[in-house]
């Protein structure tokens, strides 16, 4: 069974910079591509980024320059900077996460959520 567990939500003005943190463990044999996405009230869920173990990135074009993924492999942690944040930045923040467990099994687990709210 794989946990994520993810971290470092709250709220921020307009402007403010927040970091998220997501820990991956449990059964973890490998975690290979890490992600973030996020929903906002009465909206799909929708991408904000992705990183693969080697550190290959992909990030919505809307938010490219603003926000900055990265992961420490030793700690399977993947971590989201936010900048510059908008009121629009408004959403729950999921973590995703995909690879095997130690039963060779493939898994692809989400994170409960935290919370981002940016208000003045």
């Known amino acids: 069974q794989v946990q994520l567990v993810e971290s470092g939500g709250g709220v921020v003005q307009p402007g403010g910079s927040l970091r998220l943190s997501c820990v991956a463990s449990?059964?973890?044999?490998?975690?290979?591509?890490m992600g973030w996405y996020r929903q906002a009230p009465g909206k799909q869920r929708e991408l904000v980024a992705t990183?693969?173990?080697?550190?290959?990135?992909n990030y919505a074009d809307s938010l490219k320059g603003r926000f900055t993924i990265s992961r420490d492999n030793t700690k399977n942690t993947v971590y989201l900077q936010m900048n510059s944040l908008k009121p629009e930045d408004t959403a729950v923040y999921y973590c995703?996460?995909?690879?095997?467990?130690?039963?060779?099994?493939?898994?692809?687990?989400w994170g409960q959520g935290t919370q981002v709210t940016v208000s003045s």
């Open positions: 995703n996460a995909d690879g095997y467990t130690d039963g060779l099994h493939f898994y692809t687990d």
């Open positions: 990183i693969t173990s080697s550190g290959g990135t």
């Open positions: 449990g059964s973890i044999v490998s975690v290979n591509a």
